[in-house]
């Protein structure tokens, strides 16, 4: 059974079969990416602009902070900041498929970078870690099928948008809730619930004193190195500790490869 449905998925077309690999992300891309269309219009992006910052970003949680940091008249440089850091984690990511990526070009392996996000790259993981005749080049493809479904989907959110009066109070709350969602997920042991905590302080006390939101980003950068100074302690001196329970290094490790090899 499982043979025949390989060899007829070998009969479609080459578009068809990137399509099928990429259509649980591209459907769910549809109702975010239209949300995400207006926001960014009723934050001052018209058709042009909604477009290119689609291309050059490929970030839901990006774009949604850019609509709600412009739309409170942020510094461009707190966007830039809180942007970088933001984006940061796909270093982590990019790092677990790069060994799947061996001998393609610089080129090739900035592209694959600049249209990967959270979805393909789970994508793209999985299809590597099960099918061993997908390509670098069918990956990237899958990227951008996603891609271009995310930006289609901005597109017309964006012309919703000039159609229609959207209050700006909603780019707070649809992105206060994107975040909380985020964050929610990721509530996998104590040391995270911790450092959460501790961010939300972090975050009131320098707001306070810059008086703007580059006290956010100063904020992340305090927490992300109490986490992981936090963190390094504990996995020196006791890594068996229930604080790092559920946590691995999204790269992977000799140690989970060892764990993966016993279980």
Request: proline share 3%; with cysteine.
């Amino acid at each position: 059974m499982g043979k025949a449905v390989a060899k007829s998925r070998a009969k479609l077309p080459y578009w068809r079969r990137i399509l099928d690999a990429s259509l649980p992300v591209d459907l769910s891309y549809i109702p975010i990416g239209l949300a995400c269309g207006i926001l960014l219009h009723a934050s001052g992006f018209n058709v042009w602009t909604t477009l290119m910052v689609s291309i050059m970003v490929f970030s839901g949680g990006a774009q949604f902070l850019i609509a709600s940091l412009l739309a409170t008249n942020a510094p461009m440089l707190s966007v830039i900041l809180m942007m970088f850091f933001l984006e940061l984690r796909y270093a982590l990511l990019g790092s677990s498929l790069s060994k799947y990526l061996h001998g393609e070009s610089l080129g090739f392996t900035a592209l694959f970078a600049a249209s990967m996000n959270d979805e393909n790259y789970a994508l793209n993981y999985l299809k590597f870690s099960t099918d061993k005749k997908f390509t670098p080049r069918e990956a990237l493809h899958v990227e951008h099928m996603t891609l271009v479904f995310w930006t289609i989907s901005n597109i017309i959110g964006s012309l919703i948008g000039s159609a229609i009066n959207i209050d700006l109070t909603i780019v707070h709350f649809a992105l206060t809730a994107l975040f909380i969602y985020m964050i929610v997920v990721q509530l996998k042991n104590g040391l995270i619930i911790v450092i959460c905590i501790l961010s939300g302080f972090l975050a009131a006390f320098f707001m306070v004193l810059t008086k703007s939101t580059l006290g956010l980003v100063l904020s992340t950068l305090a927490a992300s190195f109490i986490g992981f100074a936090v963190e390094a302690t504990i996995r020196k001196f006791n890594p068996k500790s229930g604080w790092l329970k559920s946590m691995k290094n999204p790269a992977g490790s000799p140690e989970d490869a060892e764990e993966d090899v016993n279980d």
